[in-house]
């Protein structure tokens, strides 16, 4: 089994032939691996994307489609790294690759298989909707201890809602069977109330939504949306979420009603929009998928919710559908209607080590990199936007951005320096001593032969009682001033907190050989002299 990598646009329209084809004779293909959806997704995500695309040998046409992002994520050390998710989106209530069923384990070995060839650290299989077989067929790859694998838990919104479980309806063929096998006595009757007063058209109405007013739907639909979870979705995440997700939301709706897939009935009372529902027409698998919906929180009676899934029920099983598919979340109303049960997790597979597979940058991501480092130094993180660029350099040596802005940082960073100095300096006098250090080590990057920074990181590890670190790195610094008494006077105390006394001694000679009046070096050389044991007299 052969695997290319699609990342182009241009190239993902040219395979809409193959993956149409795949799609079709693919048993567990749904909605939302299909061509349309993501295409339309990969169009507008603002991170890169990749696909894996299967060839069985020599064969003209591809039997496999894998759709992935392609994330790079700054982590807490300052390193980025690479992340691979599944694709679709974050709306997509169902995950995975699309296979012929006749070749599902080699191709999920495959696509593995080449997982691995790419440089990442964590693998997100966010709502992976393939089956058992398929799942430990591409997991049996991933083993240990290069990989770990695990369950991620879903965001808990403190309602008590599991998401890992996804609700559905077997639909029967007939709208009268669905009321009376599927509701009980009260909630049919309000079923049929309800649908009364829409079907009567005297005071409530339900329109669908063409060309010309999915503009106006899908404004109203949004509107309700974020006054019912705008302000709670702000609060707890990020005050931008709202706004990013009805972005997304408006654009993956559009591309539904191109590729004819979206049914969006609108409820009216009077002039005005009471309720909105967004689901998506899967034909492959006779299936309605709820994507969203909206409602005037203000309107009890007739309930908009209730009353739009009802339409809609009623309008899937007049059109031949088979599944009414509320998706996930176990909320009580999703099972006034006969709700059943099924299970959609989230998995990640991660490096053991937490870094990138050849820890390298996914060559890829080097211009996202670039842009980031470019963005640290606007920001005024130097050290920072260096880091990037030396990521960057390892992956490609000879990548002349990277270069060229490392060159840039280092000339800005020598200017600063002095001033950087001064501040460590002030910092390690103040007794913050991690902070200091994490100042010295920065210099050195850019000075290695700074004897004054090398000096005091050796004073700090002193302070610290790292005895051997203090050591060596003293040393290094007397290398580079051998003339300077208190740098030996220091490696002499280090070297006698080892118990390696002979060679404090030396460190003390040196010392006190620059500076004879060096009274500390004197006293510590006198007390070293006294506790070396004396070797034994002869024998008479």
């Known amino acids: 089994m052969r695997v290319d990598v699609i990342d182009s646009f241009d190239a993902l329209v040219q395979l809409r032939g193959e993956w149409d084809a795949v799609y079709a004779a693919d048993p567990e293909a749904q909605y939302f691996m299909s061509w349309p959806w993501i295409a339309g997704w990969f169009k507008r995500l603002r991170y890169q994307w990749l696909v894996l695309a299967a060839r069985d040998g020599d064969s003209p046409g591809y039997v496999g489609f894998f759709p992935l992002q392609l994330r790079t994520e700054r982590a807490r050390d300052g390193a980025f ?28 070995r495959a696509f593995a298989e080449h997982a691995k060839r790419l440089n990442w650290a964590k693998l997100h299989l966010e709502n992976i909707a393939i089956s058992p077989r398929r799942l430990n067929a591409f997991l ?13 838990r879903r965001p808990d919104d403190g309602d008590g809602i599991d998401h890992d479980i996804y609700v559905y309806v077997n639909l029967p063929g007939d709208w009268e069977e669905f009321l009376n096998d599927r509701l009980g006595a009260a909630t049919r009757k309000t079923a049929r109330r309800t649908l009364r007063a829409i079907d009567d058209a005297s005071e409530y109405r339900v329109t669908d939504v063409t060309a010309a007013t999915l503009e106006r739907d899908l404004q109203t639909l949004l509107r309700f949306w974020e006054k019912q979870w705008g302000a709670k979705l702000a609060a707890r995440y990020h005050p931008g979420l709202p706004r990013a997700m009805m972005n997304n939301f408006r654009n993956m709706l559009r591309c539904a009603f191109e590729d004819d897939a979206l049914y969006l009935p609108v409820l009216w009372q009077g002039d005005n929009p009471i309720g909105v529902q967004a689901t998506l027409i899967d034909r492959k698998n006779r299936s309605l998928i709820g994507m969203l ?30 599944v009414y598919d509320l998706q996930t979340g176990d909320f009580s109303y999703k099972y006034d209607f006969g709700g059943l049960e099924r299970r959609v997790e989230c998995l990640l597979v991660s490096t053991a080590s937490r870094r990138n597979l050849c820890d390298r940058l996914e060559s ?31 992956a490609d040596p000879v990548h002349g951005g990277a270069r060229q802005l490392l060159e840039q940082l280092d000339a800005a960073r020598r200017a600063l320096v002095p001033q950087n100095l001064g501040v460590a300096a002030r910092l390690h006098q103040a007794g913050n001593l991690a902070e200091a250090e994490k100042m010295y080590r920065e210099i050195l990057d850019i000075e290695p032969g700074h004897f004054d920074v090398r000096y005091l990181l050796g004073v700090i590890f002193l302070q610290q009682r790292k005895y051997s670190d203090a050591e060596q790195e003293i040393s290094r610094a ?60 002869p024998a008479a």
């Open 81 to 108: 790294r690479n992340e691979l998710r599944t694709g679709g989106g974050y709306f997509a209530g169902y995950a995975g690759f699309i296979c012929r069923p006749d070749v599902q384990d080699a191709v999920a």
């Open 140 to 152: 049996g790859e991933f083993s240990a201890p290069q990989f770990l694998i695990g369950k991620v």
């Open 293 to 322: 919906n909206g409602r005037d929180l203000a309107i009890k009676k007739p309930a908009p919710g209730f009353a739009l899934h009802l339409y809609s029920v009623r309008w899937a099983i007049q059109n031949g559908f088979a």
């Open 364 to 394: 890829r991501s080097l211009p996202v990199v670039l842009a980031r480092a470019n963005a640290l130094r606007q920001a005024g993180d130097l050290e920072g936007a260096a880091r990037a660029c030396r990521q960057i350099l390892d």
């Open 478 to 537: 007397i290398d580079i001033r051998p003339d300077v008494s208190a740098a030996h006077f220091n490696r002499g105390l280090a070297l006698a907190k080892l118990d390696r006394i002979d060679d404090a001694l030396g460190s003390l000679d040196n010392c006190i050989g620059l500076e004879p009046d060096h009274g500390q070096a004197l006293a510590l050389r006198s007390a070293l002299s006294k506790s070396r044991p004396q070797a034994a007299s």
